[in-house]
């Protein structure tokens, strides 16, 4: 699995566009971006996820890069509930795409 | 309702004294994945399933067996619980390689 770095905490102002960045290097033509979150101890909660087309739901936009070795996660406007931890991993979707591997995830934490 | 099940949500148990945690799904989802979850160590992947009676290990397998009789259940087994297996550890499915995964609620195991 390619790996992916986050940096481990942001702070970002209600009501303020949060903008969180994934660094994946090393991914590879078969794996998808996902974008995950967790609240205090519960399980995670899937968000969004994409190819290499920027994608856009009712939670967030995933913006991802042309050489795809980066992706930006994008709440646009954050609410005191979406301080949670903030996991971005990168999966096969063909063979071997039960692996999945979760890093350290970016802590957010949303100020009034 | 779509849901993922595990039970128990919480058990305290022994040293070698043989455990199951079940997890169970309603929503017909091919892929089936185990984590444990420790502080400072992010969400380590166990094993998982991509269908029926094919299993793989994750990053942490040491410890642990599952099986995969039917689509809907995936068990995490125990043989012989030590404290290191002190975890909190989450149950997730998805319907394939190109959709996100639905997890559980979670089971925090205490081994003494």
Partial sequence: DAKTTQPPSMDCAEGRAANLPCNHSTISGNEYVYWYRQIHSQGPQYIIHGL???????????????????????LPHATLRDTAVYYCIVRFFNTNAGKSTFGDGTTLTVKP | EAQVTQNPRYLITVTGKKLTVTCSQNMNHEYMSWYRQDPGLGLRQIYYSMNVEVTDKGDVPEGYKVSRKEKRNFPLILE????????????????????GYTFGSGTRLTVV
């Fill in chain 2, 80 to 99: 012989s619980p030590s404290p290191n297996q002190t975890s909190l550890y989450f149950c997730a499915t998805s319907p394939s390689g190109s959709r």
């Fill in chain 1, 52 to 74: 290499k087309n920027n994608e856009t739901n009712e939670m967030a936009s995933l913006i991802i890069t042309e050489d795809r070795k980066s992706s930006t996660l994008i």
